[in-house]
């Protein structure tokens, strides 16, 4: 059944001249990128004077800046980890002084002064007393009282019960002396990862010129 009207109209056809050459790809490509750079600098022309401002500015990666590394906030140290920061650092120094001048004058000096790293102690109670006040997390503040059971056991063993237990070692005494500190130190550095990875880094550093020492003084 044909519609009213009659029969359906046909689309008027193109018609091409006799020396018409069908594009080929590379020309449709070629036009197609022409057309893109025409629109391109039409939409630059009709921006405002004002629109440079709306462009957020780009830093190269690695550039230092207020916020440290672009793109990473360095973090602030407050009062009470830079409290930790400090003693634990002083700590570790203390501990390489003493090992280095123990290696040149081991019998004399262990005698009349290695009671001074029993000592510290003191300090390092103190500011874990304070890291604790402060509601640090507890491996802030461990380390004070660790150097604390530490520096008892040690200043028996040497200055009380004067037992020669490094040579030759004595498990007995040696043991707990060795595994109290290497504990005090360990609750120094790990909790710098915490705060720091440079200084978590430099302490391990450090830790190893003592160990070193430590090792090579006896």
């Known amino acids: 059944m044909l519609p009213p009207g009659g029969l359906p109209q046909q689309p008027p056809r193109t018609e091409f001249p006799a020396n018409f050459v069908p594009p080929t790809a590379r020309d449709l490509r070629r036009g197609l990128r022409r057309d ?38 360095m973090p602030k140290l407050d009062p009470l980890d830079s409290l930790f920061v400090a003693w634990a650092f002083i700590f570790q120094i203390v501990l390489i002084a003493h ?4 290696k040149v004058w081991f019998e004399t000096y262990t005698l009349s002064y290695g009671w001074i790293v029993y ?18 997390s507890w491996s802030f503040w461990i380390g004070g009282f660790i150097v604390l059971l530490f520096s008892s056991f040690g200043y028996w063993v040497d200055y009380i019960a004067k037992s020669p237990f490094r040579n030759p070692f004595q498990p ?47």
Request: proline share 7%.
């Open 119 to 136: 000592a510290l102690c003191i300090p390092a109670l103190i500011v874990s007393l304070v890291l604790l006040r402060g509601g640090k």
């Open 99 to 102: 090992f280095a001048v123990r």
């Open 172 to 218: 007995a005494l040696g043991v707990p002396y060795v595994m109290l500190y290497f504990a005090s130190v360990m609750f120094y550095w790990w909790p710098l990862a915490l705060v720091s990875r440079p200084l978590w880094v430099a302490y391990a550093i450090l830790f190893g010129i003592s160990t070193v020492l430590n090792i090579t003084s006896h």
């Open 36 to 73: 893109l750079r025409r629109g391109l600098r039409r939409d630059l022309r009709q921006l405002p004077a004002h629109g440079a401002a709306c462009v957020p500015s780009i830093q190269p990666r690695g550039v230092a800046t207020d916020r440290g590394v672009t793109g990473e906030k």
